[in-house]
C-alpha cells in the first residue's frame, strides 16, 4: 500500500482530517520533490521523526500560513500524530521511534506532544491560547461505538471493566446532553426515573434515549445487587463506590479519550454535546442552567466549518417571513 491510499483509506474513515493531511501532504511532497503515489515513499514514512513532523508545522504556520491560531495548529499536530498512529495499526512500515514519541504520555518530555506544543506555546505568530473544540463527528462516533461496547458482554466483576462501564455512561450524558464533568457527578440515583425512561439534571427533567435507558438500568441492577452504592447515593462512582473527585482523571475517560481520538480533554465531549443542543435552537440561558457551562465555553462550543450548522442556519433562514418576497 503507497502513501497515496493509506491517505485516502485514512480520510475515508476520519473525514474531518481531509484538510490537515492534505497540508501534511503538501509539506512532503515538496520536500520530497518526488510523487506521492510510488512505492519508494515508503521508505520515506520509515525515516520521518518528530522533528520532520515539527517542520511541516513550521511551514504551513510560517511559510504559506495556512494556521494562525494555536487551537488550529495543536489539531493539526494531533491529526498528524494519529494519522502515523493509523500507519502503524494498518500497514507494515517500521518506525518505532516515531510510534513511540507519539504513544508517549504527554507531559513526557520527549514525548511528540510536548515537542509539538513547545513550538505552538511560544510562537508569536499563532494568536490566542490552545482552546479545546468540540469532538469532530468522527471523532463523536468512534467514542459513541467504544461506549457501547462497553455493555457488549455485561460482565463488570472487576474493577477495570466496571469503571469503563459507568465512564461510557459519563461519555453519553456529556456528549447528549453537554453536561459539565462538574453537573455530572453530583447525579444520584434518585434522580433517574427508571420506569419513565428520564434523568433529572439540575431541575430539568431529560429523556434518555432506549439504548442508554437499558444500559443505566443495568449498571443500577448491578450496583444495587452488589451493594457497591455510596453514601450519598451518587451514580458515578468507582469498585468501590469511592466517588469521583474533581479530577477529571479519577472517572478514567480522559484516559480512554487519548488511547480512542488522541484527545485527553473532557472539555471537547462537553463542547460537542452543547453544540448538539444549540443546533437544535436552545437558548444560551437554558444551556447555561442546564449543563454548568461557562458564557466562555458556550460560546466556544461551534466549529466554524461545521457544514451540518450552516444546512441548518440556511433551513431556518427559510422559514423567515416574506423569504420568497426578498
Same mark, same amino acid.
Not at 3 to 23: G, H
Not at 131 to 138: A, D, G, N, R, Y
Given at each position: 500500500? #503507497?502513501?497515496?491510499?493509506?491517505?485516502?483509506?485514512?480520510?475515508? &474513515?476520519?473525514?474531518?482530517?481531509?484538510?490537515?493531511?492534505? #497540508?501534511?501532504?503538501?509539506?512532503? &511532497? *515538496?520536500?520530497?520533490?518526488?510523487?506521492?503515489?510510488?512505492?519508494?515513499?515508503?521508505?520515506?514514512?520509515?525515516?520521518?521523526?518528530?522533528?520532520? /513532523?515539527?517542520?511541516?508545522?513550521?511551514?504551513?504556520?510560517?511559510?504559506?500560513?495556512?494556521?494562525?491560531?494555536?487551537?488550529?495548529?495543536?489539531?493539526?499536530?494531533?491529526?498528524?500524530?494519529?494519522?502515523?498512529?493509523? !500507519?502503524?495499526?494498518?500497514?507494515?512500515?517500521? =518506525?518505532?521511534?516515531?510510534?513511540? *514519541? /507519539?504513544?508517549? =504520555?504527554?507531559?513526557?518530555? #520527549?514525548?511528540?506532544?510536548?515537542?509539538? @506544543? %513547545?513550538?505552538?506555546?511560544?510562537?508569536?505568530?499563532?494568536?490566542?491560547?490552545?482552546?479545546?473544540?468540540?469532538?469532530?463527528?468522527?471523532? %463523536?462516533?468512534?467514542?459513541?461505538?467504544?461506549?457501547?461496547?462497553?455493555? !457488549?458482554?455485561? &460482565?463488570?466483576?472487576? *474493577?477495570?471493566?466496571?469503571?469503563?462501564?459507568?465512564? %461510557?455512561?459519563?461519555?453519553?450524558? @456529556?456528549?447528549?446532553?453537554?453536561?459539565?464533568?462538574?453537573?455530572?457527578?453530583?447525579?444520584?440515583?434518585?434522580? $433517574?426515573?427508571?420506569?419513565? =425512561?428520564? /434523568?433529572?439534571?439540575?431541575?430539568?427533567?431529560?429523556?434518555?434515549?432506549?439504548?442508554?435507558?437499558?444500559?443505566?438500568? =443495568?449498571?443500577?441492577?448491578?450496583?444495587?445487587?452488589?451493594?457497591?452504592?455510596?453514601?450519598?447515593?451518587? /451514580?458515578? *462512582?468507582?469498585?468501590?463506590?469511592?466517588?469521583?473527585?474533581?479530577?477529571?482523571?479519577?472517572?478514567?475517560?480522559?484516559? $480512554?479519550?487519548?488511547?480512542?481520538?488522541?484527545?485527553?480533554?473532557?472539555?471537547?465531549?462537553?463542547? $460537542?454535546?452543547?453544540?448538539?443542543?444549540?443546533? %437544535?435552537?436552545?437558548?444560551?440561558?437554558?444551556?447555561?442552567?442546564?449543563?454548568?457551562?461557562?458564557?466562555?465555553?458556550?460560546?466556544?462550543?461551534?466549529?466554524? &466549518?461545521?457544514?451540518?450548522?450552516?444546512?441548518?442556519?440556511?433551513?431556518?433562514?427559510? @422559514?423567515?417571513?416574506?423569504?420568497?418576497?426578498?
Amino acid at each position: 500500500m #503507497n502513501y497515496k491510499e493509506i491517505t485516502e483509506n485514512f480520510v475515508r &474513515e476520519y473525514s474531518d482530517y481531509k484538510s490537515d493531511i492534505a #497540508n501534511f501532504s503538501e509539506y512532503i &511532497e *515538496a520536500d520530497w520533490k518526488n510523487s506521492l503515489s510510488g512505492d519508494q515513499l515508503r521508505i520515506l514514512l520509515q525515516g520521518i521523526d518528530v522533528d520532520f /513532523i515539527l517542520k511541516s508545522l513550521i511551514y504551513n504556520v510560517e511559510v504559506v500560513k495556512r494556521y494562525k491560531s494555536k487551537t488550529k495548529a495543536k489539531r493539526y499536530a494531533t491529526v498528524i500524530g494519529q494519522f502515523f498512529n493509523y !500507519i502503524r495499526k494498518t500497514t507494515d512500515i517500521v =518506525n518505532p521511534d516515531l510510534y513511540d *514519541a /507519539i504513544s508517549y =504520555n504527554r507531559l513526557r518530555e #520527549n514525548s511528540y506532544m510536548q515537542q509539538m @506544543m %513547545a513550538y505552538i506555546d511560544k510562537c508569536e505568530m499563532l494568536a490566542g491560547i490552545v482552546e479545546q473544540e468540540p469532538l469532530t463527528s468522527t471523532e %463523536a462516533e468512534k467514542i459513541l461505538i467504544w461506549t457501547n461496547e462497553q455493555f !457488549i458482554a455485561q &460482565e463488570w466483576e472487576d *474493577a477495570t471493566s466496571f469503571r469503563k462501564a459507568v465512564a %461510557a455512561i459519563g461519555i453519553k450524558m @456529556m456528549m447528549l446532553y453537554g453536561i459539565t464533568y462538574r453537573e455530572l457527578r453530583k447525579i444520584k440515583w434518585n434522580d $433517574y426515573n427508571e420506569m419513565y =425512561n428520564c /434523568i433529572t439534571v439540575n431541575g430539568f427533567e431529560l429523556r434518555l434515549p432506549l439504548k442508554l435507558s437499558i444500559q443505566l438500568r =443495568n449498571i443500577k441492577k448491578f450496583v444495587f445487587d452488589k451493594k457497591i452504592i455510596n453514601g450519598k447515593n451518587l /451514580i458515578f *462512582a468507582g469498585f468501590q463506590g469511592e466517588a469521583w473527585n474533581d479530577i477529571t482523571s479519577s472517572s478514567g475517560i480522559p484516559d $480512554y479519550m487519548g488511547t480512542l481520538i488522541g484527545i485527553t480533554s473532557v472539555t471537547s465531549i462537553v463542547k $460537542y454535546g452543547i453544540s448538539q443542543l444549540l443546533k %437544535a435552537g436552545l437558548s444560551d440561558s437554558i444551556i447555561k442552567k442546564m449543563t454548568g457551562a461557562s458564557e466562555k465555553i458556550i460560546q466556544g462550543c461551534l466549529l466554524q &466549518e461545521d457544514n451540518e450548522l450552516k444546512q441548518i442556519i440556511n433551513a431556518k433562514i427559510l @422559514m423567515a417571513d416574506w423569504y420568497y418576497e426578498f
